[in-house]
């Protein structure tokens, strides 16, 4: 195979690797362009593409982590991913781990790491490399990734994210959730959310947001129904849509341009968790992206019809 061939052939793996350890798509379609540039540019041909390719995309994805951690600090609100709708990586002897580890709850998880643990935790126990390999990736002797392994596993069995194995039961009942979304249902709401439900929005301080989570499900229902019914009376519309490999949606404009995603958290039955991206820069990559704060003055305008 050409060069070219061979690049293209793994790069949904290296978007995969470079998406899980920063969190973002666009960072990571340009990691993945870098690590092209230069493996375009080796004199040499290396020996194996996959190893050459891996080992420049974790370490390209290592230094822009590591600024991009600056930038987080001073994020305007709640920080969250940028939402996938689909990971391009599969592989049946690894989808158990493919699947929880690009979950927003365990992304959020990994952002607890240090750069250097975050990457040898995602090529380690996501994607199975050998020790001697992520050594070459992160510029570290093969003890000292066998420590960060150890203190990464450790930090993410500690909050280790949990959700219904029965995908069959999370899809049923994220239908309920968003059909009673849909009708203003405040009790169909409350009885599908866990009485401890968390909701998070993130928008970067770009566009309309929570200041902080939403917490109860009496509030969480309450809130839910004080406005998507009004969101819909100005043309709004939502379409279910698997997103970070958990229940969804897709909120949309009267003209079809995405307003923000929408993830549900699912265990024992209930919703733990509900959280919704907003911020236009986090959007583009779904679609032409909505203007939020036009829509924000429609709803505040608009008005419930009278009995």
């Not at 690049?7 to 990691?31: C, H, K, Q, T, W």
């Not at 009376?233 to 997103?243: A, C, D, P, S, W």
Request: charged share 30%; proline share 6%.
């Amino acid at each position: 195979m050409t060069r070219a061939e061979e690049f293209e052939e793994l790069r949904p793996l290296l978007f995969s690797i470079a998406y899980r350890i920063l969190g973002g798509v666009s960072e990571a379609e340009d990691a993945v362009q870098e690590t092209w540039l230069r493996f375009e540019a080796s004199p040499p041909r290396p020996g194996s593409a996959k190893a050459f390719l891996s080992t420049t995309v974790a370490r390209i994805s290592i230094d822009v982590l590591r600024s991009a951690r600056v930038r987080r600090e001073d994020y305007a609100g709640p920080w969250l991913p940028e939402p996938l709708l689909a990971d391009p990586y599969t592989d049946p002897e690894r989808s158990a781990e493919l699947a929880d580890s690009v979950s927003m709850a365990a992304l959020l998880l990994l952002e607890r790491l240090s750069p250097l643990e975050r990457a040898v935790f995602v090529l380690r126990e996501v994607f199975g490399f050998g020790f001697d390999e992520i050594a070459s990736a992160v510029g570290r002797s093969e003890a000292a990734c066998r420590q960060l392994a150890v203190r990464a596993r450790r930090h993410m069995a500690a909050g280790r994210p949990r959700f219904d194995a029965d995908r069959r039961k999370q899809e049923e009942l994220a239908e309920r959730f968003f059909d009673a979304l849909r009708e203003g249902d405040v009790e169909g709401l409350r009885e599908l959310l866990a009485a401890d439900v968390s909701m998070v929005g993130d928008g970067g301080g770009k566009a309309p947001q929570l200041t902080r989570a939403v917490n109860g499900a009496d509030t969480v229902a309450r809130l839910l129904v004080s406005v998507f019914p009004r969101m819909a009376r100005i043309g709004l519309t939502f379409e279910r849509h698997e997103v970070n490999g958990q229940p969804g949606a897709i909120f949309r404009d009267r003209d079809g341009r995405v307003l923000h995603t929408m993830t549900l958290d699912v265990l024992d039955g209930r919703i733990q968790t509900i959280r919704s991206v907003i911020n236009p820069d986090k959007l583009r990559h779904v679609g032409p992206v909505a203007d939020a704060w036009a829509i924000d003055r429609e709803v505040r305008q608009a008005r419930r019809p009278q009995e």
